[in-house]
């Protein structure tokens, strides 16, 4: 019985607060069950916040994993799928999927060109355009399996902060092997440069290269028979001397760099394979040689090769790897002396321009980042090293070096096989980039290489690392 003047409510019914509980216990069933069905987060891993920066919308509507990876997990990219942009770069570059196009393309073109050297043999010209494509395609398909092997071992990641190129200044000395039965094998010495010229705007860079060297020491043949041994008494060794060779090599030229727009298409519909650049590279190379046989008089030859027409393309796998190539006609001039002749064995006699074999060159580079961060130390100063390999082959038989082997005699260049180091002191503009190579072909030559790189120049004349 309610009392009047009261201000106490009435009490609720048992019924309606038995409603209120259940509806209050659906809520929370239904919100456990949402949660249960959301996948487990990591504690040490934040959830990204949706991003046009860290993530893509295909054609069918699905977005694809963030291709930057968590500082903390350097594996991360390799859990990623195989057509996974690479590890922090950007734009998007599918490294994977472009080596395996690289590969396939120089397997093709590698099978074709072989079975038309085997299966048509000598009958083919030297310069015929399939010896060519048989050692750029054996070098693109060595280099793909390089550098997935390096992708491998070290994920992707973006471009080495000071990526390594021709020192501007450099002194290489090379040895062609041990002596032979009194024979002599010479030491080369080579001075290079290769200051580099960039355009405004990122459009392309200008490198003007060059480099003059020959033999430190004269090569000296012999003739194996020993019985002549005893008719020239004056002769020392086992075998008598019978051709000395001096040898003087010059050669110059530009390299010019365009950058070709990436991506070409829109990113939604683009490939992602690597940007790639044009390339024009005219050069001229001379080689003087100075036969002395087992006389007083001496013979000159002296052969010049021009380049005019030398183009490639250069394709960026990866930020860390590219595959450039070259090719172009090549024109040979021939001069030499006569010792019999009036003017002496100075005076050269020199011919007209003849067409010499079609010219190549196939190179893979491997960038290979050495310190992730400078170190510092009270007593040394902070350095920042970079290394780079590098795989290479020359079709030019300019130098007599090659490959011989069946039907293909005399037509297939050598080998290059090079590493370089970069150590820049941390804040300097100038570096010391040394290497070690070796060129591998009808004799084997290893060589050291030191050099200077110096600050680029711009086209603004600003100057940079």
Known sequence: MRTAGTGAPPPRPRRVRAASISVAALVLLASAHAHAREPPTPANQSVPTPDASESETTESGTTEPS???????????????WIACVNGAAPCVRSRPARALLLSLGMAGGALAAGLLFGLGDRLAPGDPATLLVGLSGLAGAGALAGMLAGRLGPDGPAAPDRLRPPTLSLAHAYSGPQILDETRPHSLTLRIAPNLFLPHGHGRARLFGHVGGWLNPARDVDPRPQLTEALPEQQGTA????????????????LAVNLPYPVLAPRRSAQLGAAELRYRPEVQIRRDRFAPDTPESTVLERTMLLPLTAGVRWHLSPRQRFTVYFGPRFDFVAFSDPASAGGSDRLHRGGPQRGLLYGEAWYDIDVPLTARPRRDDRVRSLHATGQLTLGYVHSGFDGQGFDFGPVVGFLGPLHLAWSTRLRPVGSPVAAQLGAFARI?????????????????HARGRTSR
Do not use: C, M, W
């Not at 291709?67 to 799928?81: W, Y």
């Not at 008598?240 to 010059?250: A, G, K, N």
């Not at 072909?441 to 120049?457: H, I, K």
């Open 441 to 457: 072909g009808s004799g084997t030559t290893l060589g050291l290489e030191l050099g200077v790189v110096a600050p680029d120049l």
């Open 240 to 255: 008598p001397r019978v051709l000395e060779q001096r040898h003087v090599s010059i050669g110059v030229g530009i390299d």
């Open 67 to 81: 291709v930057l990876a968590a500082p903390h997990d350097p594996d991360a990219v390799r859990r990623q799928s």
